[in-house]
């Protein structure tokens, strides 16, 4: 321990501040590959740049995230090879539907497996993230009711956003002008990306009350957006 709070010559931080802010980094990458893509795309108006910047973002927030913790994380991993898998293919077929389609294909596989595991008593977050949040079981079972039907939600819901048709029904049912698919599309995964901060911060209170050690509890953030 009084390595760690032993303070670097070099740079005169302590190796947990160091490693505070490496692990930020990541964060902020992550997060940073949605946002990048929709500032992209909201300034060129140009789907297919949009698309790259979300495609350098990704695979730089895995490499980042693999020189931190010199492994890649679970879901991390996931979420980005989804992004990269569906962003390369819109970029080399010029056809937005892939990295549109990506979210509904990712979530729904995650709510499948979410939801399907709860008979089986089985719980994957348990299995991903029970070496970094000691919860019981019930606390797990919850957690991964929750976000499996979250998963659900947002993998329904993308898939109104992404059919242009769906989308114009629903603005003149409004009494809306047609708008522009993509610009609602891309402002639908920024709203998704802050409903999804929101949903993470309200799992504290449950994790909270059925941690099995007196441990600082963190949210379990759900896709950001990538």
């Known amino acids: 321990m009084r390595g760690c709070l032993r303070r670097s010559k070099a740079s005169g931080f302590t190796m947990i501040e160091i490693m505070i802010v490496m692990v930020i980094l ?15 795309y909201f300034a060129t108006k140009n ?6 910047v979300l495609v350098a973002a990704s695979a730089l927030a895995l490499v980042v995230g693999y020189a931190v913790e010199r ?11 989804f992004a990269l898998v569906f962003g390369l293919l819109t970029v080399f077929t ?15 596989l995650l709510a499948v497996v979410l939801l399907g595991s709860i ?17 019981n079981d019930a ?11 979250y998963f659900l939600a947002v993998a329904l819901l993308n898939e109104v ?3 242009p048709e769906a989308v114009t029904a629903v603005w003149h049912a409004l009494g809306l002008e047609t708008p522009n698919p993509n610009d609602v599309w891309t402002s639908f995964r920024g709203v998704l990306w802050i409903a999804a901060s929101l949903f993470g911060l309200s799992q504290v209170p449950l ?12 949210p379990i953030s759900p896709d950001t957006g990538l």
């Open 161 to 163: 956003f992404r059919s």
């Open 71 to 81: 492994r890649f994380a679970p879901l991390p991993l996931i979420t980005g090879l």
């Open 119 to 135: 008979p089986l008593k089985k719980y994957p977050f348990k299995a991903l993230l029970g070496s970094a949040l000691r919860v």
């Open 207 to 218: 994790i909270m009350k059925n941690m099995i050690k007196d441990e600082e509890p963190g």
């Open 26 to 40: 990541v964060a902020v990458l992550a997060i940073g590959a949605p946002i990048a893509f929709a500032v992209t």
């Open 94 to 108: 010029h056809d937005d539907l892939f990295v549109k389609l990506k979210l509904t294909v990712q979530n729904g």
């Open 47 to 52: 789907f297919q740049t949009a698309t790259w």
């Open 139 to 149: 606390a797990w079972r919850t957690l991964t009711l929750r976000y499996g039907l």
